[in-house]
């Protein structure tokens, strides 16, 4: 199957400051892109959802304003936590589709911890 | 509205024994279905996706899953859990081909020695 790789792994970063995931399909054109959020012990949750050169649309409750969504080219997609707090600690997933695929092909996720 | 339900939040199986994970969905039209697993820390794995045909799916490790359209369920199943099959299993539907998917809850599987 296609490849998604998503950067970094892990991230820690104090409060207050800023942190970017990126999520790249190594193999195939991706001309959408979704980041998903899970919390410990619970389902993933979709966040936004990606097209190349166009604006992210986010799912109802997502600050738009808090967690940025960049998807400037059909191999990059870009999640920044603006101004992170505790409470934005999660894991972070990517999916990318496209390249004529039938399915999204999903990122090994982002663990973020905010102290 | 879609919407995905995994009624068993915690399943505990003996090495050895099988095993059944249930899905319903909700969806409109034809859905498509997908089952992952996901262990503690990691990203999601593929084991099976049903889009049209046959519904009865095999997937990786043993796994296999059945499309019942009567009942819109979407059972997972191997006949024989190993140790390594511990794990948190989603199953997820895509949404109007849109690629955006909606997950269940999850189920936590532990295997007894």
């Known amino acids: 199957g296609a490849v998604v790789s998503q950067h970094p792994s892990w991230v820690i970063c104090k409060s207050g400051t800023s942190v970017k995931i990126e999520c790249r399909s190594l193999?195939?054109?991706?001309?959408?892109m979704f980041w998903y959020r899970q919390f410990p012990k619970q389902s993933l949750m979709l966040m936004a959802t990606?097209?190349?050169?166009?604006?992210?649309?986010?799912e109802q409750g997502v600050e738009k304003d808090k967690f940025l969504i960049n998807h400037a080219s059909l191999t990059l997609s870009t999640l920044t936590v603006t101004s992170a707090h505790p409470e934005d600690s999660s894991f972070y997933i990517c999916?990318?589709?496209?390249?004529?695929?039938?399915?999204?092909?999903f990122g090994q996720g982002t663990r973020l911890t905010v102290v | 509205a879609q919407s995905v339900t995994q009624p068993d939040i915690h399943i505990t199986v003996s090495e050895g024994a099988s095993l059944e994970l249930r899905c319903n969905y909700s969806?409109?039209?034809?859905?498509?279905l997908f089952w992952y697993v996901q262990s503690p820390g990691q990203g999601l794995q593929l084991l099976l996706k049903?889009?049209?045909?046959?519904?009865l799916v095999q997937g990786i490790k043993g796994f296999e899953a059945e499309f019942k359209r009567s009942q819109s369920s979407f059972n997972l199943r191997k006949p024989s859990v190993h140790w390594s099959d511990a794990a948190e299993y989603f199953c997820?539907?895509?949404?109007?081909?849109?690629?955006?998917?909606?997950f269940g809850t999850g189920t936590r599987l532990k295997v007894l020695a």
């Open positions: 999916s990318a589709q496209g390249g004529g695929n039938t399915e999204a092909f």
């Open positions: 193999d195939f054109q991706a001309t959408t």
């Open positions: 990606s097209n190349e050169g166009s604006k992210a649309t986010y």
């Open positions: 969806y409109g039209a034809t859905p498509y």
């Open positions: 049903y889009f049209s045909g046959d519904t």
């Open positions: 997820a539907v895509a949404a109007g081909g849109t690629y955006k998917y909606i």
